[in-house]
């Protein structure tokens, strides 16, 4: 429960600040790895260490036999569905009889130390026959490979076929470009406590981006009725996606359950890499058609995303990024074919950005090759293809948000470059604190990125939010399923009812499944989705008053409205305080808000299946050492479209830590797998940014209006992790002058 008491100007449109900033500085919040309970046990998680393997046999008597050790739990113990996922429940609760990643879950034990836990571990002797995984998504494609699933190594295909599909243009670019494996690398680990409830249920306490899908998938796992499962959300220490699938979840919970008292489960850094999904790595090959203007007239393309052992959120990953294959460009012709495979590499899933990064990354390139190709700079390519409000995509569907992509660009281009570079202090140059540059090597580069990026969930799926706001005695309590995942919204609900309520004084109960979902913190939907679920409830909620304060006083409630903390009448002067007019009274209103529905796509890719959009453009400076191959981004401007600014603070945190995340992408994130076997599961082989990588930013937001959105506002949170990491990259080509078809960008690319 968190109560926020804060000055009246905290309403939207100002940069309130975070509840949890404080605490989560100063060390004393509370995430899901401090759920503790006096009386719990400690879980763990067995894993294969091959990626493709039969199981012969388990024997869990020696873990049995170690003092301390309450149980040991395999896929026999699963008392109801044995497997779950997020879009096809294909994922095994435990392997049973084969194993399809490294790091699979083959058993779980419960002991009353975390080190009587890994030595159960250690201890349960399992026989594998090893089997030749399947890597290659190609080999997946041409079925020349048993099937390693009985669904089969094909998640989806889908084509988009429009327009003239024999057009040949004046002028022609095209190449193949490879994105590597990302992981969403949050700070806090996958942690969980659970326990067990007088009558066969169970409580939980997690870090998730879903309350009400977890405790759907548990439940068909444990074989309870959903009512039976009640989740709590715990201290979440980012998420990015990774936390859209369950992990640790029912292997928690089941032991619970088994030995009858509470357990707490917490994954290490390494465990972590095995026991959540991760970006796709793609490869994509593009071809663009046009005019010697540079008018785009035609494109052609082949996506092929890695989808790993399971489906988890594949299907939807591509359908997003081949409906984004002509980014934020107007083009009225099309050739497409996507792929989603199965293979014995880890599961990747959601992660942000949502598989438009890998569209973009290519798209952008080839505007880059584009423009070169026509004489043109990378500014006026994008300008003079750039999208309006209206175009439609290549599915068909109208671009009916508002699309100012050529204000994006031209507000880009518009911020001031950095000065040259002339320090010769290390920490100014690539090799950083390594001491490593010389300042002779270094070159600079400028280079632009430019995305369309669709909100919330497509292909017609039912997306909705449930809110309850309660006001008694100038007071209000919000009731919400949204996952905070550190994106804001315990900030942004109570600016919400501060500014329809006239209230000052805001408390969040707890995130539960107490309540109606809220859907997935992910999409960039839950400023629009939950926001318009709490600004509902208030907004009913308000009307309730109004009616009481018109009964009581003789006013017409239509002439009723709120001014600072006051219900007022302009007309007759009349005014009483919020506080005084819900003295004695306890309103509460529930709002369940939907967006607009969607469709699927046909046979030919054609179809209204995006909700929204939103755009960004980003322009990179980066400083080569040519010599090395090291390098230091310089500084990123960029411009955005969010319809309107809730929250300045936390929008201009949402577009630095995207950024992050971005040039994590173009030059340092990649986990290596050789043969279905990873090679860098910690952080001191897979390659974050620091404070020290970090460039200057420099950002304008673009406000224009988006009639379908509920407050007004775009979600805010994935449009700027998407055109950065093409605008670094090519900023390291025009530094560079070579062609860098693949991210991250690693050193040897650039100087050998």
């Known amino acids: 429960m968190s109560i926020t008491k804060t000055r009246q100007r905290d309403i939207l449109g100002t940069s309130a600040l975070r509840p949890d900033g404080i605490p989560k500085v100063k060390g004393s ?86 080190e009587t836990a890994r030595r159960a571990l250690r201890a349960i002797v399992v026989e594998y026959e090893v089997m030749k995984p399947l890597v290659d998504p190609e080999v997946a494609i041409a079925g020349a490979h048993p099937a390693i699933h009985p669904d089969g190594n094909i998640f989806r295909h889908q084509r988009i076929i429009r327009g003239d599909q024999d057009l040949v243009g004046e002028v022609v ?22 326990r067990p409830l007088t009558g066969g249920g169970v409580e939980l306490i997690v870090a998730t981006q879903w309350l009400h899908e977890d405790r759907k998938q548990i439940a068909d796992c444990l074989g309870l009725a959903e009512d039976d499962v009640f989740l709590t959300l715990g201290g979440v220490g980012g998420a990015f996606g990774a936390r859209e699938d369950i992990s640790l979840q029912v292997h928690c919970c089941l032991l619970a359950l088994t030995i009858g008292r509470p357990v707490k489960m917490q994954y290490g850094r390494e465990e972590s890499f095995f026991g959540h999904v991760h970006r796709h790595p793609a490869k994509i090959w593009m071809r663009h058609h046009a005019t010697k203007a540079g008018k785009i007239q035609r494109i052609e393309a082949r996506m092929v995303f890695d989808g790993g052992a399971y489906t988890s959120t594949s299907p939807a990953v591509l359908i997003n990024g081949i409906t984004h294959t002509q980014g934020p460009y107007a083009c009225d012709n099309a050739t497409v074919d996507g792929f989603a495979v199965r293979t014995n590499n880890p599961p990747c899933g959601a992660m942000r950005g949502f598989g438009v990064v890998q569209a973009c990354f290519a798209h952008e390139s080839q505007m880059d090759k584009l423009a070169e190709a026509c004489g043109l700079s990378p500014v006026e390519i994008r300008l003079r293809n750039a999208m309006k409000t209206g175009d439609p995509l290549i599915t068909g569907q109208p671009v009916e948000s508002v699309a100012p992509v050529a204000r994006c660009i031209t507000e880009t281009d518009a911020l001031p470059l950095p000065p040259p570079l002339q320090s010769s202090d290390p920490l100014d140059l690539p090799g950083g604190s390594g001491l490593t540059t010389r300042a002779h090597n270094v070159v600079r580069g400028v280079g632009w990125g430019v995305s369309i990026k669709n909100l919330m969930y497509s292909e017609g799926f039912d997306d909705y939010s449930t809110a309850r706001c309660t006001l008694s005695n100038g007071k209000v309590k919000l009731k919400f399923a949204t996952s905070e995942v550190g994106q804001g919204f315990v900030t942004l609900a109570p600016q919400i009812a501060r500014t329809i309520l006239g209230v000052d004084e805001i408390e969040i109960e707890p995130m ?75 309103i509460s209103q529930t709002f369940e808000h939907h967006h607009r529905k969607t469709e699927d796509l046909d046979a030919n890719g054609q179809g209204n299946c995006h909700v929204a959009f939103a755009f960004v453009a980003h322009r990179a400076v980066v400083d080569v050492d040519v010599e090395l191959g090291l390098v230091k981004v310089v500084q990123i401007a960029t411009a955005q479209d969010v319809v309107q600014v809730l929250n300045p603070l936390s929008v201009l945190g949402q577009i630095e830590g995207g950024i992050a995340q971005g040039l994590g992408l173009a030059i340092m994130e990649e986990i290596v797998i050789d043969n279905g076997i990873v090679k860098n599961p910690s952080f001191n082989d897979y390659l974050l940014p620091t404070a020290l990588d970090a460039p200057d930013v420099v950002a304008v937001t673009i406000e224009e209006p988006e009639p379908q959105a509920p407050l007004g506002a775009k979600g805010v949170g994935e449009p700027p992790c998407i055109s950065v990491t093409p605008a670094i990259v090519a900023a390291i080509r025009d530094a560079t002058k070579r062609s860098l078809p693949r991210v991250p960008v690693r050193p040897y690319d650039i100087c050998l």
């Open 173 to 194: 670019v095209e190449e193949t470009y490879e994105i590597g494996m990302q992981d969403q690398a949050f700070l806090g680990l996958e942690a969980a406590l659970a």
């Open 512 to 586: 539960d499944t107490a309540v109606g979902s809220a859907g997935s913190t992910s999409a960039s939907r839950q400023t629009w989705m939950s926001g318009g679920a709490v600004d509902g409830a208030c907004r009913l909620v308000r009307e309730r008053l109004f009616e009481h304060v018109g009964s009581a006083h003789g006013i017409d409630p239509i002439r009723l409205s709120i001014a600072g903390t006051d219900v007022v009448d302009e007309l007759s002067g009349f005014r009483i305080s919020v506080a005084d007019a819900s003295d004695g009274l306890e």
């Open 29 to 114: 919040f509370e995430f899901s790895s401090d759920a503790n309970d006096d009386s719990m046990a400690w879980g763990a998680t067995l894993r294969s260490p091959h990626p493709s393997a039969r199981i012969v046999s388990i024997d869990i008597s020696p873990a049995l036999r170690i003092p301390g050790v309450h149980a040991v739990i395999t896929a026999k113990d699963v008392p109801g569905k044995a497997t779950y996922g997020l879009i096809s429940q294909d994922q095994p609760v435990f392997a049973s009889d084969v194993v399809r990643y490294m790091g699979e879950p083959v058993a779980a034990v419960a002991a009353d130390h975390p």
